[in-house]
């Protein structure tokens, strides 16, 4: 008999491999397209700003900017050494962003398939929040935020998994299986949101919808304090052991590139708590934001954006537990975005794109529902099931409608294939300066420099001054930074605003670099003050 079951498991094993999981096949489908597509609109060299700083810092497993995002510099770092064979280092970077992004896309389809929808639904939901501008913006260039949403993807899969051994260990509370199923569940959750803590401190706005679902889906886990405390010592172990990168990449092994000084306690806590930033927070009437929140959501869904309503409340029926989680993350990360101002802050609304589609995916499946109804099992029935089964295929078509309209505009707007600025501006600023130069730089400028100083080895004779660095080494103003320099090694300058050189040519005779034309080059004093 025994002998019996376990031919039968094998023979079920078997069937399975030689018929893959339609919902598998769709989400290799939605990874597969979206990274052609991020493939062919991806910027094929060194970028700007934070880009050139996400190609240049994980291969070196430096540390970076506030918040540090440490388990981005590992998974950039391991990702340089895999794709070593593709390319330059700044190609590989902006390779794993659109790996990650698709990868988002692909997980969601598993999400909404959790939620009810219908395989090609959900696949159909998956290719069209991957290819929204916001996530096809952050798949074509080296950038934090495509493991950010993998990561809150991977997050809510993990919740709904957890959920569903819930409730079967609820239905059998003999099977004592069933509960160390859901446990163990519930830790790999806390792990995923501990890597995604230590990747982008966004994550802690999921905390109060965490937390509300895992009590409303297992009220029994609040006696049951040691389980907490070990979730939630897990999620603090996994985010503190990655953000160990800072200390020990600043310190004892110091990489070629680190951003402050988080080998101090002092270094640490204003990296990680984004001190600098916190004067970023602003004001703004409700009216205002309102209307600018809107205006983003409706380029990233369309007219599907005036079905998210209807879409939250049918979530809100079925699922409310879910809804509970994702209305209170969208809510709260929405809330602190909009008042929030630094740079390109739309990325920001990752997850809540997410989640809306979630919602419209909750919202198909109970349409689909409602449509088929009970289906036939009678023989006689068979053209009526046959004509059933084209209800999901219309559904996900209509879904793909506002993306397949809005696709030529999109690609045109997301294409950085043909962006060789970046590169030429490096080449142009470096040929420029003179040898064993002083450049005072500014972010956006110096990121790229780094790059093509400790990643392509080129004019190591080069001294890079940023606004940053400035600060690290106590070295005053931006003049005192001439001061100190000029007449001895050439000096040159690049500022973020024209005004600020102009305010400079008081005090410095300042001319044309001959390079390109934000880098200018100190020659002297005027001999007045400023």
Same mark, same amino acid.
């Given at each position: ?278 004067? #970023?927070?602003?004001? $703004?009437?409700?009216? =205002? ?6 205006? +983003? %959501?409706? !380029?990233? *869904?369309? /007219? ?74 009678? #023989?006689?029935?068979? $053209?009526?099931?046959? =004509? ?6 219309? +559904? %996900?078509? !209509?879904? *793909?409608? /506002? ?128």
């Amino acid at each position: 008999m025994a002998g019996d079951r376990d031919s039968g498991a094998v023979d079920h094993a078997l069937r399975r491999l030689r018929r893959p999981d339609p919902t598998t096949l769709v989400a290799i489908g939605v990874f597969l397209v979206a990274v052609v597509v991020f493939r062919a609109t991806m910027l094929p060299g060194v970028g700007t700003w934070d880009t050139a700083e996400n190609q240049t810092v994980p291969p070196l497993l430096g540390t970076m900017h506030p918040t540090g995002f440490p388990a981005y510099a590992l998974v950039g770092w391991f990702a340089n050494l895999v794709l070593l064979p593709v390319g330059e280092p700044a190609l590989r970077m902006n390779l794993l962003s659109g790996v990650l992004a698709a990868g988002a896309g692909a997980l969601s389809v598993l999400v909404h398939r959790r939620l009810g929808a219908p395989a090609l639904v959900a696949g159909a939901i998956g290719l069209a929040f991957v290819l929204a501008p916001i996530t096809w913006h952050i798949g074509v260039s080296a950038d934090v935020h495509s493991l950010h949403v993998l990561l809150v993807v991977a997050v809510t899969f993990q919740l709904l998994r957890w959920e569903a051994a819930v409730r079967a260990a609820d239905a059998d509370p003999d099977d004592r299986r069933l509960r160390t199923l859901a446990d163990r569940r519930v830790l790999v959750a806390a792990v995923v949101f501990g890597v995604a803590v230590a990747n982008h401190a966004l994550s802690l706005l999921l905390v109060p919808g965490i937390v509300a679902y895992v009590l409303l889906t297992d009220p029994g886990l609040a006696r049951r304090p040691r389980m907490i405390l070990a979730a939630v010592g897990v999620s603090i172990g996994v985010a503190t052991l990655l953000y160990l990168e800072l200390p020990l990449r600043a310190g004892p092994f110091a990489g070629p590139l680190g951003y402050g000084h988080p080998e101090t306690l002092g270094g640490f806590l204003e990296i990680v708590f984004a001190r600098q930033f916190q004067g #970023d927070i602003v004001g $703004g009437s409700i009216a =205002s934001l309102v209307a600018a929140f809107l205006e +983003l %959501a409706r !380029a990233q *869904l369309g /007219p599907l954006l005036y079905v998210v309503p209807a879409a939250f409340v049918v979530t809100a029926v079925r699922h409310p537990r879910y809804a509970v989680y994702s209305g209170l993350a969208v809510l709260i990360t929405c809330v602190f975005a909009a008042t929030y101002a630094n740079a390109r802050i739309d990325r920001y609304y990752l997850g809540p794109l997410f989640f809306a589609w979630s919602w419209i995916a909750v919202l198909c499946a109970a349409v689909v529902e409602r449509l088929l109804g009970d289906s036939p099992t009678d #023989d006689a029935a068979v $053209g009526v099931r046959v =004509s059933r089964s084209w209800v999901p295929v219309v +559904l %996900a078509l !209509a879904l *793909l409608v /506002p993306t397949a309209v809005a696709f030529r505009d999109r690609w045109s707007e997301q294409d950085l294939s043909a962006n060789t600025l970046p590169a030429e501006w490096l080449d142009g600023a470096f040929d420029a300066m003179a040898e064993d130069a002083v450049v005072i730089s500014w972010w956006s400028y110096s990121t790229p420099m780094w790059y093509g100083q400790l990643i392509e080895g080129r004019r190591p004779d080069v001294r890079i001054v940023d606004d940053r660095t400035r600060l690290d080494e106590g070295l005053g103003e931006v003049r005192d930074v001439i001061d100190a320099n000029l007449g001895h090694r050439p000096v040159y300058l690049i500022r973020l605003d024209e005004s600020e050189v102009l305010a400079l040519t008081g005090r410095y005779t300042i001319e044309p670099s001959g390079g390109p034309g934000n880098l200018y080059r100190v020659t002297g004093r005027t001999g007045s003050t400023p």
